[in-house]
């Protein structure tokens, strides 16, 4: 991996044409240096991949296991798993797949990610009601509630209209983590974000307006209106979900109260206009219930979930840190919280339903910073396995998804293990200037020094928060709309097959499980839908057989 150095051009009167040769010069030189570098260090590409036979047998192997998914799973979902990568698009999936591998000192674009291993993929279609390019409070409603919706709008159908608050009654959705809780399932959110934000909001709020976190958030007439603020239906809505994790402190308490890791800051003080204290009555009410409130990774882990019925962990004042600046001290991860989620969910007899949410991949996406968005996707793979490892897909769905993608992709003729956020092997034929392999449509990456683009070599571009250079000058980059990935395994994964509309993906779920309307293919019988649970030793044989894929 090349990584080159700032380039100056010494004083003040050096600038000019003679500086920008003398510039350019540089660049090539240092370009060529690296890939001499190349030839006399690591190989270009494994020695093994020269010969034939390893392509061969590694494709054998492969359709080995491809021809084990003639026989379907088609048990009955005990549990269910949705893992949501917010901004995830395809191009993201393979940046953060180069990205995994390169952390592990390999070569990158050969390993597999998490996801990657699930036998059944899918494209979902994002569009919104009213929007060809969606958001992310649309698309929750679909991939949660089965029904598309409008732009910014939660847990409602598409007849009611944003910022109408009068629009609200009579046109309200209910979720995929509903339908779990009334079939007697525990239930769980789980995320990087505030857990008011569009994403887990759609699992139990109906609003009008993603933006209405608090009351404080809300116009006075849609309050005088009747409507509820995201935070107060967290708590009303569905008052006994079993697992909450994420961040949004100030949302739930007065606006007199200071927070309680940052009492000195003023920007982190409650929003709440009603004086209610939403964190204490969540205590109240769960405190002969072995119910848990945490706020930060000490607490959180010293939880035992064999005895903790209900957990409530708001680890920030909003959303919670990228994963690269966490304080690995105090701020628990992504991993972290599933894990504890999980043991406390699964004690349930009738099973139970999971969202998890990689928040932050889209905040990183829209700041223009790619090196935050692909490490939390990472994060959100780490998630995957530890997931994988605590459940088994014998009786449990676990699907993976995104609920748009970006305008952020990466190319340039890169060489085999390039860093990702390095820059491409040659420079631009008409300004002759370097650029980095990842670029974006649009954002604040847009820059000019003189008039024209800014020469990258002259910049820290590996640094965390460095913005990639963007086409069209945003302050913040905006989504894509082209179709995104569906990762799935477990009962009833192969039914998440083909391209299909995002409101699909909770119907299947549904179905596998036989909870919400899915249910008279299982009292039936006659469904290949019901198949007995099978025996001890198949369900090992099924597990043996994921394992050595």
């Known amino acids: 991996m090349v990584l080159l150095p700032r380039l100056y051009c010494g004083t003040q009167q050096a600038f000019g044409r003679r500086c920008s040769e003398a510039r350019m010069m540089k660049v090539i030189t240092l370009l060529l240096l690296g890939l001499v570098w190349r030839g006399l260090g690591k190989p270009q590409f494994p020695e093994q991949e020269k010969d034939p036979v390893f392509w061969n047998t590694w494709a054998q192997r492969t359709l080995r296991n491809a021809l084990t998914l003639q026989e379907q799973n088609k048990n009955i979902a005990k549990n269910i798993i949705l893992f949501l990568g917010d901004g995830m698009g395809v191009p993201t999936v393979t940046a953060a797949r180069i990205l995994k591998g390169q952390l592990n000192g390999e070569y990158g674009e050969e390993v597999q990610l998490e996801m990657d291993k699930f036998p059944y993929v899918s494209l979902s279609k994002t569009y919104n009601t009213d929007a060809q390019v969606p958001d992310s409070a649309g698309t929750a409603t679909a991939y949660l509630c089965g029904v598309k919706a409008n732009e910014g709008t939660l847990g409602v159908s598409a007849a009611a209209v944003r910022g109408q608050c009068n629009t609200t009654q009579g046109n309200e959705v209910t979720s995929i983590l509903r339908w779990a809780k009334d079939a007697g399932k525990s239930v769980g959110i789980v995320t990087t974000t505030r857990v008011n934000h569009a994403t887990p909001s759609a699992a139990y709020a109906h609003c009008v307006d993603r933006d209405w976190y608090s009351d404080g958030e809300m116009p006075s007439e849609a309050v005088q209106d009747g409507c509820k603020d995201i935070a107060r239906q967290l708590m009303e809505n569905i008052p006994d979900i079993n697992v909450i994790m994420g961040g949004g402190r100030k949302y739930m308490v007065p606006t007199n109260i200071s927070d309680v890791e940052y009492p000195t800051e003023k920007k982190h003080n409650g929003t709440r206009k009603d004086g209610r204290n939403l964190i204490q009555e969540w205590i109240d009410r769960t405190k002969d219930k072995n119910g848990h409130y945490v706020w930060n990774k000490k607490d959180l882990l010293s939880v035992n979930p064999a005895s903790a019925n209900y957990l409530l962990g708001l680890f920030e004042p909003a959303d919670l840190s990228y994963d690269l600046e966490r304080d690995t001290n105090t701020d628990p991860s992504l991993t972290e919280m599933v894990d504890v989620a999980i043991k406390i969910l699964r004690k349930n007899p009738e099973g139970f339903f999971l969202l998890v949410e990689g928040g932050r991949i889209d905040h990183g996406h829209h700041e223009g910073k790619a090196k935050q968005a692909l490490h939390e996707a990472v994060e959100m793979d780490r998630a995957i396995g530890r997931a994988s490892l605590l459940t088994s897909q014998h009786e449990t769905l676990t699907v993976v998804t995104a609920d748009h993608s970006h305008v952020f992709n990466f190319?340039?003729?890169?060489?085999?293990?390039?860093?990702?956020?390095?820059?491409?092997?040659?420079?631009?034929?008409?300004?002759?200037?370097?650029?980095?392999?990842?670029?974006?449509?649009?954002?604040?990456?847009?820059?000019?020094?003189?008039?024209?683009?800014?020469?990258?070599?002259?910049v820290d571009y590996q640094q965390n928060d460095y913005q990639a250079q963007a086409a069209v000058p945003l302050r913040m980059e905006t989504h894509g709309g082209e179709d995104v990935a569906v990762f799935a395994k477990g009962p009833m994964a192969h039914l998440l097959h083909g391209v299909q509309e995002q409101n699909y993906i909770p119907h299947v779920m549904a179905y596998a499980a036989c909870i919400g309307q899915n249910k008279a293919h299982c009292r039936s019988g006659n469904s290949a839908a019901s198949v007995a649970v099978a025996t001890p030793s198949l369900a090992l044989l099924i597990t043996a057989t994921w394992l050595l894929c």
Not at 417 to 444: E, H, R
Request: proline share 6%; no cysteine; charged share 10%.
């Open 411 to 458: 190319g340039g003729y890169t060489v085999r293990g390039n860093s990702i956020f390095g820059l491409a092997p040659m420079v631009s034929d008409i300004d002759q200037k370097p650029f980095t392999s990842i670029l974006y449509g649009n954002g604040p990456g847009f820059k000019l020094v003189n008039g024209s683009r800014v020469n990258v070599s002259t």
